[in-house]
């Protein structure tokens, strides 16, 4: 039985090699010059390849997606990995090459697909597909003017994130041309741009621990803490990316999407503290009392965001300035315009909705083609997870397609 696999990033790659393992022959194309380009760039070139912390609200709830997790877990991941040579290194649950070089992980794959027998057509581009109705079979026409014959096909070609490494959606006409349904690609784990300008270009560059709460149409959706990125347009940080997929979402509906931000979350009553801070005697000015607390861009910001002068004396405040100052601290409401675009996005959200696709992955009107990893509408948060996906999907392809090639050998 023949497989063509159309995309050899994280999840094309892994599935050519399960299926092979299998006696699947294999072919892939990819239309990069070189294999898992994206894979590079992963984990800060250090390829945070799965996480040991999986639970359903990594996968932002999606039940379907999760019990496709769990039929090839974070235990199987590791000792598949092992099986090509990468040790694992767990830095509290983010999961690394012991190397921490992602074009190992890289290379490892492309040793494997070798030594399996994999064909590889790089620098090519699938330009259609040909039914074969009395063969059962489909023709791949490639750009290199190659046609290839297959039993089986499956799209493992990313979404529109970070296009630089190939993934830049041009597969979409391909898949309105066989008439199969898909959601929109949306740029997700990316920056926020915000309405609040003056308060960004006064805070722009700070870091700081925060924990950070989403609002779509005034209904709570997700909260996240961490280190989050002021910038001169928005917000950024993780806590921020793990928000962002279902920002997009909220923004393609018209809706009001806001972002409350608590920069003292280990603070629990901010009045009491800020007021208590009024009687240390060193602190004089209105600046000084965010002295050891935040930064000074942020608290400056904050200040002016409160109308308080940063030269007001300490001994001129009232209640009204330390409840204005307590609930910026705890409650700062930015208004999201827009998300960064696809060209900062480490994934998408979108894409073929699981409604459509068997439990194995195969679609449900379309026979024989199946979707692997991120082309499929099912995303999750930063840490590991997207990868954990790409792993899963495939074995989970893999799995169907091995008991066909048993029945097709029979």
């Excluded at 208004?335 to 068997?358: F, M, R």
């Amino acid at each position: 039985m023949n497989l063509l696999i159309v995309g050899a990033g994280a999840s094309g790659m892994s599935l050519g090699i399960m299926a092979a393992r299998n006696g699947i022959n294999v072919s892939i194309v990819e239309h990069n010059k070189e294999l898992g380009k994206k894979i590079l760039s992963t984990g800060n070139g250090r390829c945070n390849f799965t996480n040991s912390c999986q639970s359903l609200e990594k996968y932002y709830g999606n039940e379907r997606a999760f019990d496709i997790i769990n039929k090839f877990s974070y235990e199987d991941t590791l000792h598949f990995f092992e099986s090509m040579g990468i040790f694992a290194l767990d830095r509290e649950g983010y999961i690394y090459p012991n190397s921490e070089q992602a074009s190992q992980v890289r290379e490892a794959f492309a040793l494997e697909l070798e030594r399996l027998g994999v064909v590889l057509h790089t620098d090519a581009k699938l330009r259609d597909i040909e039914s074969n109705m009395d063969k059962n079979t489909y023709t791949a026409i490639l750009s290199n003017s190659l046609s290839l014959e297959f039993d089986n096909i499956a799209f493992a070609c990313g979404s529109k994130a970070f296009p630089k490494s190939g993934s830049d959606g041009s597969i979409l006409a391909l898949l309105n041309k066989l008439n199969i349904k898909y959601n929109e690609f949306l740029p997700a784990l990316c920056p926020l741009y915000c309405s609040e300008k003056s308060f960004f270009k006064l805070a722009s560059g700070v870091r700081v621990m925060a924990k950070v709460q989403l609002f779509a149409e005034g209904e709570k959706l997700l909260e996240d803490y961490g280190q989050l990125q002021i910038t001169d347009y928005g917000l950024s940080g993780i806590p921020v990316f793990q928000l962002s997929s279902k920002v997009s979402r909220a923004l393609y509906k018209n809706e009001k999407v806001e972002i409350f931000v608590d920069f003292l979350p280990e603070i629990k009553d901010k009045y009491a503290f800020l007021k208590s801070r009024l009687t240390l005697l060193n602190l004089k000015l209105a600046k000084h009392l965010g002295l050891g607390l935040l930064p000074d861009k942020l608290f400056f910001a904050l200040l002016k965001r409160a109308g308080i002068k940063e030269n007001k004396a300490l001994c001129d405040f009232n209640n009204k300035d330390i409840e204005v100052l307590a609930a910026l601290t705890e409650n700062s409401k930015f208004t999201v315009e827009k998300t960064a675009d696809y060209d900062k996005a480490q994934v998408c959200t979108g894409g073929v909705p699981l409604s459509d696709l068997s439990e194995n992955l195969e679609h449900k009107e379309k026979k024989s083609i199946f979707f692997v990893g991120e082309i499929i509408d099912a995303d999750a948060m930063c840490g590991g997870y997207n990868l954990q996906w790409a792993w899963s999907t495939s074995a989970c392809a893999a799995r169907a397609l091995k008991e066909k090639n048993k029945r097709y050998n029979d």
